[in-house]
Each structure stands twice: as structure tokens, then as C-alpha cells.
């Protein structure tokens, strides 16, 4: 074969097969999930003065882009990028944060170039914006919330390999239609369920109904399913939520005083969570201020201090049917609130409120 003839030969081959196999590079590269990472501060975007100070930082000061460079494995994971919602410490979250923060993550979800989407957050509140996010996304796509223990700078840090798993679980197709999800520590849990429950270790969140898979070296690995209702199977859209209701919680224990019920009631409250001892029981003196105020309009909603792994029954320490009380089932306190608090956005109804305990 002439060699003029070679040339055109192998030009004929081998540039389609060039083309080929960069096409295929590309492909590969769209192959892969895209997340958006949603920051909102925390300790995850915390910084100590010294690499020892591992409980003593400053929660919220390392900007979204920052937290990506910190991880460049997240790109073998997922195409990513940031969005800085806010950068505080999760204790100072209001409603109004919450509202706008889940508006957000609710039009990304929309978006067809949107597959995932990462919450990095403070641990503080962790568990009550994940059950809002929970309540009232409408989406099937994985929404993952994260958070740390230690800041950046502190040794044996964790809050890059709990975002670099984060985003593995946001970027993957088996992380759809479970809800809301929380990876913290190589777990995978259920935004509904899981709470801090240790406030100064690496291994601070817990569900008590179990964990709901593991996420190793970037796969994530299931074992159960949420039974509850969530995002696509929800009755609460945020799209249709002005405001949430107001409603505040109450703590019991012994010798306590009615004051703070008396002072809800002065704000306003729609519905107050009483935060009980053991089985959600009421001190007999705090019984009549509960249904004065329940006379006045005020749901009454029975929680328990005690969680982990139990529930209030209905009617057991109190007759909640006769009083017209609502029990919170398993959730803890600042959950119910959560959950009351979105509630009644729909209904003033005790019957309704009831029926919803039990299904979200
Ligand atoms: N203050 C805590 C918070 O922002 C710090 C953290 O643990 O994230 O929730």
C-alpha cells in the first residue's frame, strides 16, 4: 500500500476512533451526577485557632467555594458547584431562614441540569431542618444535608470526608425517593429520624429506629427504607406555605412552673409542645393552665423529654381524647414543632393535626 494511501487509510480510522474515545471522555465526564452544594455555615465551615482545638472554633466563616477546594475528590464523584444561602451558626436559624432555604433547595430540585442537592450546615439544628426540608420539597431527587463535629482546621477534622460523602449519596440513583437524608460519620440516616444526640463527639447523630445505610469510599450501601410520608408523597408544598405557624415548646420536670406556658400564650402561639416527663406526663398542677389554654384556641401536643427509641401513647398518662390533645407519637420535641409548625399552615383541626403525627 502506498504510503500516500497509508496515511489516508489510518486518517480515516483513526480520527473517528480520536473522536470516539474523546466523545466518550466527555460523555463520561456528563456521565456523572451534578449537585449543587447549598452552604449555610456551622461548624463544617468552621476554623480554630489551632489544630488542637478541636471543640473551640468559630462556626460559619469558610465560604462554599473554599469548602469545595478543600475536597477536590468531589469532582470524581459529581459535578458540583456552591450556592452561599447563609453563613451562620444552625442555633440562630429562624423560620423565615428555614422558609427561604427550602424555597431554594425547591426550585433547584426543578431545574432538569439539577440531579442532587448538599445542605452543608451547623449541627445544632441539623435534624429540624432536615425533617422541614422533608416535609415540604416536593422532589424524588436525593436532597442530603451535612454537618461536622470538628472544624477544618482541627486534626482528624471531619468535615471533608462527611461532604465528600454527602455528595457521593446526592450524586447516586439509589438515593432516590428516601427522603430526606443526613450523612454524618459514615452513615446514612433519615432526615425525619435522626437526631444530635451527643453534643461534642464525632458520632453525634443518631436515629432511633437505626440508620438507614452507610456510605464507604464514596457507594453508598442500604439496609431500610423510611415508611413515613415525605417530599413526593407529601400533602405540604413550600410553594404553597407563606409563613410557618408559631409554636413553642415547653420542657417538663419536677416543681415546674406554668410561667412559660402563660408567656407562649401572651406571644401568641398557635400551638405549644409539651416537652414531658417520661411518657409525655403532666404535672397535675400544669393539667388546667394545658386546657385553659386549649379552651383558648391553643393546640396542646404532647412530646416527651425522654426519646431514643420509644413513642407517647395516646391516652395512656393523659386522656388526650377528652381534653382534645394531639400526642406527638415518636417524635421529640424539637421535631414536633417542626412538624406542627407546617401543619398548621393546612389546619386548625385536632383531628387532622392528630392524623398528620402519625403519618409524617
Ligand atoms: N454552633 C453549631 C452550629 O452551627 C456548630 C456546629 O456544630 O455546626 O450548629
Do not use: C
Not at 27 to 37: G, T
Amino acid at each position: 500500500m502506498h504510503t500516500l494511501d497509508l496515511t489516508r487509510w489510518l486518517a480515516g480510522r483513526a480520527l473517528p476512533l480520536l473522536a470516539a474515545l474523546t466523545l466518550s471522555g466527555a460523555a463520561l465526564a456528563d456521565a456523572k451526577s451534578n449537585v449543587v452544594i447549598l452552604a449555610t455555615g456551622g461548624t463544617i465551615a468552621g476554623a480554630g485557632a489551632t489544630a488542637a482545638a478541636s471543640a473551640t472554633y468559630q462556626a460559619a466563616k469558610v465560604p462554599v467555594d473554599k469548602l469545595i477546594a478543600g475536597v477536590p475528590e468531589l469532582a470524581d464523584v459529581a459535578n458540583v458547584r456552591g450556592e452561599q444561602v447563609f453563613q451562620i451558626a444552625s442555633e440562630s436559624f429562624t423560620n423565615e431562614q428555614l422558609m427561604t432555604l427550602g424555597k431554594r433547595v425547591a426550585a433547584l430540585a426543578k431545574q432538569e441540569d439539577v440531579d442532587g442537592i448538599v445542605i452543608t450546615h451547623g449541627t445544632d439544628t441539623l435534624e429540624e431542618t432536615a425533617f422541614f426540608l422533608n416535609l415540604v420539597v416536593r422532589t424524588d431527587k436525593p436532597i442530603v444535608v451535612v454537618g461536622s463535629m470538628r472544624p477544618g482546621t482541627a486534626l482528624s477534622a471531619d468535615g471533608m470526608l462527611n461532604l465528600y460523602d454527602a455528595v457521593a449519596v446526592a450524586a447516586a440513583k439509589d438515593a432516590r425517593s428516601k427522603g430526606v437524608l443526613v450523612a454524618m460519620n459514615d452513615e446514612i440516616q433519615s432526615g425525619r429520624d435522626v437526631t444530635k444526640a451527643i453534643n461534642i463527639r464525632t458520632e453525634a447523630f443518631k436515629s432511633p429506629w437505626g440508620a438507614l445505610g452507610m456510605v464507604v469510599e464514596g457507594k453508598s450501601y442500604w439496609f431500610r427504607a423510611p415508611v413515613k410520608r415525605h417530599t413526593m408523597n407529601s400533602e405540604f408544598d413550600i410553594e404553597k406555605i407563606e409563613k410557618l405557624a408559631p409554636v413553642e415548646v415547653a420542657y417538663g420536670y419536677g416543681n415546674m412552673s406554668p410561667s412559660a406556658y402563660r408567656a407562649f400564650e401572651k406571644d401568641g402561639v398557635k400551638a405549644i409542645i409539651h416537652a414531658g416527663t417520661g411518657n409525655g406526663s403532666v404535672a397535675k398542677h400544669i393539667v388546667p393552665v394545658l386546657q385553659d389554654l386549649r379552651g383558648k384556641g391553643v393546640q396542646v401536643i404532647r412530646s416527651a423529654r425522654v426519646t431514643g427509641g420509644g413513642f407517647v401513647l395516646r391516652n395512656a398518662e393523659q386522656p388526650d381524647d377528652k381534653y382534645d390533645w394531639v400526642v406527638a407519637h415518636d417524635l421529640n420535641p424539637q421535631k414536633a414543632r417542626i412538624l406542627a409548625a407546617v401543619a398548621l399552615t393546612r389546619t386548625q383541626d385536632s383531628k387532622e393535626l392528630q392524623r398528620i403525627f402519625w403519618e409524617y
